[in-house]
């Protein structure tokens, strides 16, 4: 008896098994669930502390098994409700192939009053449940198939069950029926009603109370503030005497080995610079092919170029040509409003390059912590100063036999202090050019790589368009070709579409949703038509490109000329004629209209910037000869110059301001003097520009040699905005550059620097 009740025990401690609800619900209809001995199998709905999570537990009987033999056939009935039809009586013989007849009574021989009906058996909606799960519809019987009456109120369900006969239900040792005790995880607000049906039938309720997780929820908060609290005492206890918290730890991060994947092979259009950097690649390979002869690398090299050439991924490509790890941080990481914080972060990143040689430590944008000391504003005490001169001391406190090598970039090394350039510390100076058109073309190659181009496209012709760019505008230029190319739903990017991007980077995009009158396109067409005439006129300028009344950027109209190849000298005669061209629009309105407007602003100011460069900078003036008035005309930089004097008396001013003046009349003079003599071209091309909008050179060259063009452009199609609302913003704005004085100038004249 003792073993009896211990075996007993054991099954009921045996874990349960985890069903389903679906799977719950099939035993529920075949009537498996024990319900009848609550005291020995309890059913069980339990409840947590919210109500919406509901455990219902229980035994359950196994499935019956059916052997051979002929089953009984039985036939059935079940009244219902009309509202049931849609419900549960619908969901449950919706997989039969049940008839449907809808009629006004039910049949008479179906009722418990004829003959026939008397020998039906009625079910009740566990039963007809019952049968269902368990398969013993015979649907397709021939003594009464599956028929579904409807009148407008009731419903009559009649068929035939076929009942197979099964074995006995397995027993155990003590003649006790084999249960498996079960457990089904669900929600009340998924069944809820399901769930109120069971609770109907027998199953105990039940709810727990987590006593154990409210103590925790309630002492919880008060747990976490102790413990931040014994935390950043903790951290305050260590970090004394090194700064407060970890301020002085160095913000470097590390590029690794499987990190860094830059090589010079993704470096293009600066050879020279990668040539020279080469040996610093050889010293982290084999530091004893240097040391055997006496010779060491340089313990420093500063990178000095213009924003956008390269500096930082040259560096990124020599520590990933070395593989070996790389140190990134800005010069202005180091600087903070705690005294110490910097000088603390330069020696910490010593130390951290020390321990990772060989290795590469790149400080970007140098001149934030580099600046003159003791000069301008500031004083010689602050945060900064104390900063460089811990780097100084560092740089001279270690050896390159470590392996660490310091690398810098900036844009002004003019401002750096002059102790942080001597020999010894940078000893090295790299100059990161801009790249010449053979670079651009590399550069153009590196890039294009990441997109699809077409077969035809030619770099070479994009890399001449594009001078004085840089290796940032040139990757933006691919982007946006294949952006462009995107757009407009093409399969690879064409030269169409570089050229684009070209415009769009350098000069921005077109504004063809700009509402002018047109009063002012003529305005505008005569305007641009007068620096196009000059272009294609004039020897000593450079090519004319295109020439366009279309809005882009912030020009009502443009012409572009572009150099057929890169130039490094200035010629007097090329700035004589560059004024010419840039009087052209002023000179044109006045021949056509006689009147002149503030659209030639921008040519008033660019006039005068390169005459007086001419006159004060490259003395290009027989009046006042070969002397350098002003000292360049840079901006006054505070960190280094309070104020700068003018190295010239009044009276020299006056010949400079009169020599200035004369360049410029005698530039207008001979622009109204050409134009007057082409009047008749002058007409002809901007009349095209009224009706194509833009004209390339080789239609100027046509209508200035032959008074019309061989190959006319198609003419330009309304833009398609995306919303209306944009439209009228974009209206708006326009409206508001217009009525600016300085606003966008319909007359200037874009193109390369003096």
Known sequence: MILGIAFFNRSLNAKPEALSYTEFQDIWDKQLVVTDQPN????????????LDVTVSGWRRPEPEFVEGSPETEEFRYFFGREALEGEINDLIADLPVRQRLVEGFPADLLNDSAEGAGMKDYSLKDLRKQVALGNIDADSGVRPLTLYRTASDGLLVGTASIKPTAPAPVGEDGRPELTQFRVETSMALHGNELSELLDQKAVYDRVDNFLGKAIMTFLPVLLIVLLLFFLFRQQM??????????????????????????????????????????????????????????????????????????????????????????????SDFVEMFVGVGASRVRDMFEQGKKHAPCLVFIDEIDAVGRHRGHGLGGGHDEREQTLNQLLVEMDGFDTQEGVIIIAATNRPDVLDPALLRPGRFDRQVTVSLPDVKGREEILGVHSKKIKLAPETDLGVIARGTPGFSGAELANLINEAALLAARKGLNAVTLVEMEEARDKVRWGRERRSLALSEEEKKTTAYHEAGHALLLATLTHTDPLHKVTIIPRGPYLGAAFHLPKEDKYHFHKLQGLEQLIVTMGGRVAEEIVFGDVTSGASGDIRQATHLARKMVCEWGMSDELGMVEYGEGEGEVFLARDISRNRNYSESTAQKIDAEIKRIIDRAYADAKRILLEKRDKLELIAEALLEFETLDANHIKDIIEHGEMKDPPSVPKPPSLPDEPLKKKESEKAGDEEEDDDGPLPGTVVGQPA
Do not use: C, H
Not at 263 to 276: L, M, N, R, S
Not at 284 to 305: A, E, Y
Not at 315 to 327: K, L
């Open 40 to 51: 020995r199998y309890p059913f069980k709905v339990i409840t947590g502390e919210t109500g």
């Open 238 to 331: 260590k970090a004394a005497g090194r700064g407060a918290m970890s301020f002085g730890k160095s913000k470097a991060r590390l590029l690794t080995r499987d990190t860094n994947k830059v090589t010079f092979k993704d470096v293009a259009g600066i050879q020279e610079a990668k040539e020279e950097l080469w040996e610093i690649v050889d010293f982290l390979r084999d530091p004893r092919k240097f040391q055997k002869l006496g010779g060491s690398i340089p313990k420093g090299v500063l990178m000095v170029g213009p924003p956008g050439t390269g500096k930082t991924l040259l560096a990124r490509a020599i520590a990933g040509e070395a593989d070996v790890p790389f140190f990134s941080i800005s010069g």
